[in-house]
């Protein structure tokens, strides 16, 4: 499943955080936060809420600033204390966001929300957009709904409708922020199920999640945090069986009494 080129069998690193620290107001937030991620992985992020998962997603793309910390994507390290607006825009050219509440264009057709980035940020001409648009909305099943506005569609088909705007860039990792938890439980399924193709097709994926069911069977690692901390860096069926600490042990045991 993993790209593994020609590293003696060594998965190449794609993304790496090292003692990243966010504070608000002077309160620490997330305190030295370091993981790497590699390609193909599909890294869940667990926690008790309030924790700072979301903290951790923002300062990844940049809609927070980190206060330290170094960010290394495709082997080029940045300061995260002075990156540059040009930096930060290369950087996401490489990543994709997919929201809890969809932040989808409510005057745009599916089609056009998934189109807009390719033909304004990219450039791409339209029919080319068009194209690689339809497959992105083929991968989520939302093909037929391609002419439909935001308004007329269930809470599972815009958010299946994000993915597909996301996946259209072509980005080396998503982030996800509990794209579920906006839903109704009926609708949880349709996106954990995307989601999961995904993650098989060895798409890189970082996702913030509180479904533990879908972060056992789709996720090959579990970052838990506690107290704006990493407190196990983990294979998700190792923390999953056995956590490591006693806050790890709890939240596992409250998830399945
Ligand atoms: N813009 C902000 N200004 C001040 N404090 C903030 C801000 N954003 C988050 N916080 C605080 O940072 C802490 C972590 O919040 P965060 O939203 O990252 O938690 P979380 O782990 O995502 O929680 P949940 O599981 O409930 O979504 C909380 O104490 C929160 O109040
Ligand atoms: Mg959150």
């Known amino acids: 499943m993993k790209d593994k080129e020609g590293n003696n ?3 190449p690193m794609l993304l790496q955080v090292k003692d990243l620290n966010k504070s608000f107001g002077g309160t620490p937030i997330l305190k030295e936060i370091s993981f790497s991620v590699d390609t193909g992985d599909c ?7 309030g924790v700072g998962k979301t903290t951790l997603l923002r300062t990844l793309n940049f809609l927070e600033r980190a206060d330290s910390g170094v960010f290394t994507l495709d082997g080029t390290d940045y ?3 002075h990156i540059t607006a040009k930096q930060i825009a290369g950087i ?6 997919v929201f809890q509440e969809f932040n989808l264009f409510l005057n745009l057709t599916v089609l056009q929300n998934v189109t807009e980035g390719l033909i304004t940020a990219r450039k791409m001409p339209r029919d080319e957009a068009v194209e690689i648009a339809r497959m992105a909305l083929v991968r989520v099943g939302m093909e037929d709904k391609r002419d439909a506005f935001p308004v007329s569609l269930s809470g599972g088909q815009k958010q299946r ?6 996946l259209a860039l072509s980005p080396e990792i ?3 922020d509990e794209p579920t938890s ?5 609708l949880t399924g349709e996106v954990l199920s995307v989601m999961r193709d995904l993650a098989r097709d060895g798409m890189t994926m970082l996702v913030v999640t509180h479904e533990l069911t879908f972060a056992r069977e789709a996720s090959n ?7 704006g901390r990493i407190a196990e860096d983990a294979r998700s069926a190792d923390f999953f069986a056995a956590p490591e600490t006693e806050q790890g042990k709890l939240f596992v045991q409250n998830i399945s009494p």
């Open 9 to 11: 069998g060594k998965d």
């Open 43 to 49: 890294l869940a992020v667990l926690g008790p809420s």
């Open 79 to 81: 300061d995260l204390q």
């Open 92 to 97: 996401r050219r490489k990543t994709g966001f």
């Open 161 to 166: 409708a994000a993915i597909a705007r996301a």
């Open 174 to 176: 998503i982030y996800f």
């Open 182 to 186: 906006a839903l109704d439980p009926a």
């Open 221 to 227: 690692r579990v970052l838990f945090m506690d107290g």
